[in-house]
């Protein structure tokens, strides 16, 4: 089979992408070498939906984050997942330093940025009470807001998927080349793929196939940013999200609300050349607490950290987006440089990537398309009474798996079940939260093991954490029924 377009990778471009292009009739699949959506650059960062007043006037990254932001409130509605504008404060300690608040408001401006103001000293410390006391000065930026990674690029794969995307996991595209008759062939570890269109939305490694057709290269640089996730008993330290004024390497490591009621902090900015170097390390979480406690006061990170973090940016050496068809390569699309302000940014990057697609595909729309998509039932949300009845009619919501986050037998065989469903232990996480709790999976990773045994017929010894060779219980050490190991 030949397909019409072949995106590389299922991070949210790649699966924002795809959602637009199910839009219209082609045949379009994903690959994707982890073993889920969500599983590289787009799972690990810090949630923010920005605003838009950081990128360069003029820049695609200021461009495509200003319409993805706006885009955000009729998407999440459409996909059923929380999104919350909780506004972002960038905060100055130093006053000498408030015209840097100037330029950005100004900057903020020229990108279309609405409602921005310039906060005083005492509107500021009204607004955040935990602010350190040095804060001098802030600029106020009411739409920015704060979402789940997780819960957007999955919604949006679903989507796509349910509109007749195809999916492809465990299936590293390897390298590609477009014959003479205009088809590309992707050879992969799962064998050779053919298609008319490209889009490389490969993350850091969208370098490495930009690379091998065009001739003016680029390069992606890793940037590892560690984080902290605090309890939720600390989930109301701040309102907004906090960030200090930005230098080069970024927005600076902010602190923030999570949509789900923790805090986090982080990110830290450190330039590496390992594309898969995501462990922690000592030096960045020390550095990411000192530059935190700078402009929040008695921060309790020493205490109330539940677990430490590390993503990787895909940080191209113009740090800029580079979205568009390589000259030279006719029918291969670049989505690559994606780092922040991507999340934001996705659906617009999306709806651009795709528009750029169907520009050289000339596709029909589809009449039947479906662009709404119902997410996990959350029965937290509900009444005493509503939730009795929801348990006499599928007991299943009545066990309780993991403790720490209340989730429910329910709710994980629901994300099992439901399209691209969940296959590893992180993969429910991603999807209902279980194990991401106080205990960090300690009581409830049995539990989810079993039940993924049960519905997939995946024995114990290969149910993974993450794909790959993360598996949680690589051979019995007991005895089973009738002596058998």
Known sequence: MTYDCIIIGAGVSGSATARELSKYDLNVCVLEKGEDV???????NSAIVHAGFDAAEGSLMAKLNVEGNEMMDE???????????????????HEEEKGGLQELYDRGIANGVKELRLLNKEELHEMEPNLADEACAALYAPTGGIICPFMLNIAMAENAAVNGVDFFFNTEAETLHRDEDGIWHIRTNNGEYKTRYVVNAAGIYSDVFHNMVADKKIHITPRRGDYCLLDKEMGSFVKHTIFPQPTKLGKGVLVSPTIHGNLIVGPTAIDIEDKEATATTAAGINDLIAKAGMHVNNLP?????????????????????????????????????????????????????????????????????????????????????????????????????????????????????????????????????????????????????????????????????????????????????????
Request: charged share 30%.
């Open 75 to 93: 998407l999440c509605a459409d996909l059923d997942i929380p999104f919350d504008r909780n506004g972002s404060l960038v905060v100055c300690i």
């Open 301 to 485: 990170v020493a205490r109330k950290v539940i677990t430490s973090f590390a993503g990787l940016r895909a940080h191209e050496d113009a740090h800029e987006f580079v979205i568009g068809e390589v000259k030279e390569a006719p029918g291969f699309i670049d989505c690559a440089g994606i780092e922040s302000p991507g999340l934001t940014s996705s659906p617009a990057i999306g709806r651009m990537v795709a528009g750029i697609v169907c520009d050289l595909a000339k596709p029909e729309k589809k009449a039947d398309w479906n662009g709404k998509r119902k997410g996990i039932l959350n029965p937290s949300g509900m009444s005493v009474e509503e939730r009795n009845e929801l348990i006499k009619k599928d007991p299943a919501y009545g066990q309780i798996i993991c403790r720490c986050e209340s989730i429910s037998e329910g709710e994980i065989l629901d994300a099992i079940r439901r399209p691209l469903g969940a296959r590893s232990l992180d993969g429910v996480k991603r999807r209902t939260r279980a194990g991401m709790g106080r205990c960090q999976a300690g009581f409830c990773s049995p539990r989810v093991m079993e039940i993924i045994n049960r519905e997939l017929g995946i024995p114990t010894e290969k149910i993974t954490k993450s794909g790959g060779k993360s598996v949680i219980a690589p051979e019995r050490t007991k005895a089973g029924k009738g002596g058998e190991a």
């Open 38 to 44: 969500c599983s590289g650059t787009s799972k690990a």
